[in-house]
């Protein structure tokens, strides 16, 4: 009765897909638990590379159920439209994904509420949101009365409850408008339309829905092996993260039972995912970033353009303080680092061990963003090695140079290195002695 996480522990684009990958080959389900269409995962599968934001990492495995649990918030049309993909590239999934009908559904109020709150000029940084309807659909969530479940789309009532919240909503959104002119842009929600794309759509998902929470408890209690994964990262946790330039949903490890619905009792290892950088997208403060030539070196070797949005990453050092925070939130049991051999080819590399703020060493991460804003990164400075490494298979073969920055990334965390990746496909994966 084990289950394992895979968490990332910067602001999300880890590169947690491939974990999961090469993880669900020792697995029998992979549940993704938390997020929504707003975050991607590439994974390179027969020389394909496919592009997934709903549809869990472990799809590409016919003998493992990939479960898409209560914790996701689902757009219909988006998660179809991923579904479609993946069967013209060859990829079985009719037998093998699940959907919970605890999982709450997107609707175009939840896109054209994002779209106005970020037009609002409420905050002169934008969040950073991907427009995607997710953190107005968590709200409503959490607010219950305007809340649609993947479940009530094949319930009696949808009509009814649709037709009661687009009059809410029609009501509502004017006054978000920045002004007039902005207001007389917005139309009007037509529900008898919403209500006839969405029964189209519970058509096409109807194969997949059931009752994910029973089949997880069941499948542990069978004595199954489970794989958790997460969306964004630890540092984009709506509690725990940079809030507010965060994700809306617990995107650390304190979000995995609540989630996949899981007791904590359950999960075993926890592998924390981080970047042998640091990449960050959208607002927030990023104490590492790299505003010269050193970050855009680092961003057209990585290709750190974003999955689903195609917007280039901020990109920066790793920052080992804010590592050690989220892998201790996290529970993190070891460590996987990903895009080693970006960093090929500098003469030197940093690693942020501390910060300064006021004049005094900080060796935690700030609460408050304004504070995180403000601080200095104090860094340790290690060799670096000019060989490419992204054809090498095993630890022994890694430069000296790199095998010495790996020991110091693990000294510095306090958490050992399990694998190491030195590029985007399966076989270009080491794992650590």
Partial sequence: ????????????????????????????????????????????????????SLVPSG???????????????????????????LREGGVKIEKNLLVSERAHVIFPWHKEEDKLLNDSGVRKEAIGTTLRGIGPCYRDKVGRSTAIRIGDLYRDDFDEKVRRICAIKNSYLPGLARNEEARAQLQTLDADAIIAQYRQYAERLRPFVGDAVNFLLEAVDADKK???????????????????????????????????GLPATFIKRIVGVVKAYTTRVGGGPFPTELNNETGQ??????????????????????DAVAVRYSSRL????????????????????????A???????????????????RVTPIYESFPGWSEEINELTSYEQLPKNAKSYLNN?????????????VGPGREQTIFCP
């Fill in 1 to 52: 009765m084990s289950a394992t996480c895979v968490i990332g522990l910067q602001w999300g684009d880890e590169a947690k897909g491939k974990i999961v990958d090469l993880l669900t080959a020792q697995n029998e389900v992979v549940v993704r638990y938390q997020g929504g269409a707003n975050a991607g995962h590439t994974v390179v599968f027969d020389g394909k590379k496919y592009k997934l």
């Fill in 59 to 85: 799809i590409f495995r016919e003998n493992v159920k990939s479960v898409v649990a209560s914790g996701v918030v689902i757009d219909p049309g988006a998660f179809l439209s991923e579904i479609e993909r």
């Fill in 226 to 260: 489970v794989l958790l994964e997460g969306a964004q990262g630890a540092l984009l946790d709506v509690d725990y993260g940079t809030f507010p330039y965060v994700t809306s949903s617990n995107s650390s490890g304190v979000g995995v039972t609540a989630g996949s």
């Fill in 297 to 318: 070196r680092i961003r057209d070797r990585g290709n750190e353009y974003g999955t689903v949005t195609k917007r280039p990453r901020r990109c920066g050092w790793f």
């Fill in 330 to 353: 996290s529970g993190a049991s070891e460590l996987a680092v990903m895009l080693l051999d970006v960093l090929s080819g500098f003469d030197q590399i940093n690693v942020c061990v």
């Fill in 355 to 373: 910060y300064e703020l006021d004049g005094k060493r900080l060796e935690y991460f700030p609460s408050n963003v304004d504070d995180l804003a």
């Fill in 409 to 421: 990334l693990s000294r510095i965390l306090g958490k050992k290195i399990a694998i190491v990746s």
